[in-house]
């Protein structure tokens, strides 16, 4: 059997000991907590908590993000892949006591973050502007002049294109008075114009009813000077603002050297997530703490001897009624069958009164995934892939297990390649005939060539029927 035996276990201990205990009995990575219904006992509430360590969660991985990309920290092929690092219990306790101090790192580092987001979104509104004032660059007067002494100026655009001989006929057809307007065309598009209308002050209004129908459009952002230098402005603005993007970006590589900290700290708000989730199962009186739940037989007499010598507690073990109780599972399989785990936990895993189906399914996957592939050079690809994986990185649990699949997916291609006699498809028959001009190649298949012997048959039970 695959399914480990475990021991149900009830603990009651001082409340000022429950944090350690059920850290120490997450340290262990072999404990199931249970709920631990009773009306005469206080449950924990501590979604506030679990919330208020996911947000900073959040705070610590963005701010590791955000040092990865500011700072250009260079990592090997294989460190991208391998994340994992071991730490000592000592320079655990130590980060963990100054975890409040690395925290507000953090969230000096978002700040100055934020100060940068600001300024490229106000690098985008300044080169908008540019674009704007761009189509107006031969207007030689402010684009906010209203009116001369005796004149009234109408500077907009029109959604068409239209040459100044144009407008000129449109404002006539409109009005019969209006012989004394100035049109000047500053700029001209497919679907843009941008113009000039001067005319005496006692035409003003009778222009501006025709021009309101002719569609002309007032801009919205008028600049009280030349457009042309209303435009240097914003970019000489923009280079300003760059030049504070550097400032706040080397104020942030300045952080650089708390990178592996700040990393740590994530990690360590992931556990104390996981601690304070497992603690709304537990349940206390006003100086007492209870749990229960289910541990693997064969360390359960260690963990009992071990909180009950190490903390002011009293540990009690007992047979599980696979029956009565919805007792879960822990599968412990050899790499061979680990390997397809995640696969039958995709659909169902089995259950306390099932036989695991892991061991023999295994066979059966690998053979058939090697089967449908059948080409040796790409399972010997997958095995190279597969060994340096395991070898190179720090892969555990899931991680290790898909390597492990990987690994012996790559064995059986290897196997009914050569069964078949397939190598990178035809490559090896290919190469024979072109460059070294053989004009037989024999057959590298060990059992059977499928385009060669599927095929005659096929053809001669055709022929016969």
Known sequence: MAKVKLMGFELISLLSESKKIVEYLQKTGAVQFENAEDEELIKYKTVGIVSQLKKKYDATKKAYEILEEKCELKKSFIEKFNDCSEIEYSDYKLLTDKSEELFIKCVEILSVFDEIQKLKAEIISQQTLIDYYTPWAGLDIPMASKRTVTTNIFIGTFKNEYSKEELQLLIKEASETLDDVEIEIVSKEKMLTCAVFMCHRSSSEELGRVLRELGFVIPDKIAAKLPTKAAEDCRQEIEKLHKQ??????????????????????????????????????????????????????????????????????????????????????????????????????????????VDPNPIMSFFYYALFGLMLSDAGYGLLMVIGAIFAKKKLNFKGNMKKTADMILYCGIATVFWGAMFGGFFGDLIPTVCKTFLGMSEVPSLAIWMDPMTTVLSCFFTASFLA
């Open 245 to 354: 993007i550097d400032e706040l970006t080397a104020e942030i590589k300045k952080y650089g050297t708390y990178y592996s900290d700040i990393r740590f700290l994530s990690d360590y708000y992931t556990a104390q997530i996981d601690k304070y989730t497992a603690m709304e199962n537990a349940a206390s009186t006003e100086m007492a703490f209870y749990v229960r739940g289910y541990i693997p037989a064969a360390v359960s007499e260690e963990i009992k001897f071990e909180i009950e010598n190490s903390y002011k507690a009293q540990m009690e073990l007992y047979e599980p009624d696979y029956e009565n109780e919805d007792v879960p599972v822990l599968l412990k399989n050899n790499s061979f069958a680990a390997g397809v785990e995640g696969i039958t936990n995709m659909y169902s895993p089995p259950s306390n009164k099932d």
